[in-house]
């Protein structure tokens, strides 16, 4: 496993103890209308959440990293999650490509702080994991991602019904992708 650090940013696995952290954000009224469609979770909800971040680390070796800003060099605030997965329900199993996922607070929203994770877990994708490509999806109305993607390369290829619902399906390659201003990646196990 691997921890991603930019100029203002840790970004590290997840663990047992980042419950709450996951709880409080999907609890966030951004979040809640920006990605859950209205719906407040339970403290079981975010627990079972949580076990499936860990599950796919376990499974794949990366996933979705905890955000953090840092203050002194160090990581303080919890700013959200941003990460890679597999074989979900939006995306097929494919060895070759991965799907960008990222949820933020509202109060680390508008900062840049989407951008320069996605930029990090973008380049760790193709220069550490070898994806040919990753993908996303975003509502139509959701500009604030849209744009946020557009800053990190992707692409839009077309439009995709999940769930009964259009999404924009956005795609980036190494060739579009657009890297971190610095980027250090620590093994977690190694180090």
């Excluded at 692409?155 to 795609?171: P, V």
Aim: contains cysteine; hydrophobic residues 40%.
């Amino acid at each position: 496993m691997h921890t991603l650090e930019t100029p203002r940013l840790v970004l590290r696995p997840p663990t047992h103890s980042d419950e709450l952290l996951v709880h409080e954000l999907h609890s966030d009224p951004f979040v809640i209308n920006a990605i859950r469609d209205g719906v407040y979770p339970t403290i079981e909800q975010s627990r079972a959440t949580l076990l499936q971040f860990l599950n796919h680390w376990q499974h794949h070796r990366f996933g979705l990293w905890m955000v953090f800003v840092k203050d002194d060099g160090q990581a303080r605030e919890f700013a959200g999650y941003c990460g890679l997965m597999c074989g979900d329900r939006y995306l097929p199993e494919d060895p070759n490509n991965a799907l960008i996922v990222t949820c933020l607070h509202a109060a680390a929203s508008g900062k840049g702080i989407a951008v320069e994770a996605g930029r990090a877990v973008v380049q760790f994708a193709f220069e550490f994991l070898k994806f040919e490509k990753v993908t996303g999806f975003v509502r139509p109305n959701n500009k604030r991602s849209l744009i946020k993607n557009m800053k990190i390369g992707f692409f839009y290829s077309g439009d995709a019904l999940i769930e009964k619902n259009t999404r924009m399906r956005l795609e980036i390659t190494p060739r579009t992708a657009v890297k971190a201003d610095e980027l250090r990646v620590v093994d977690c196990e190694g180090a």
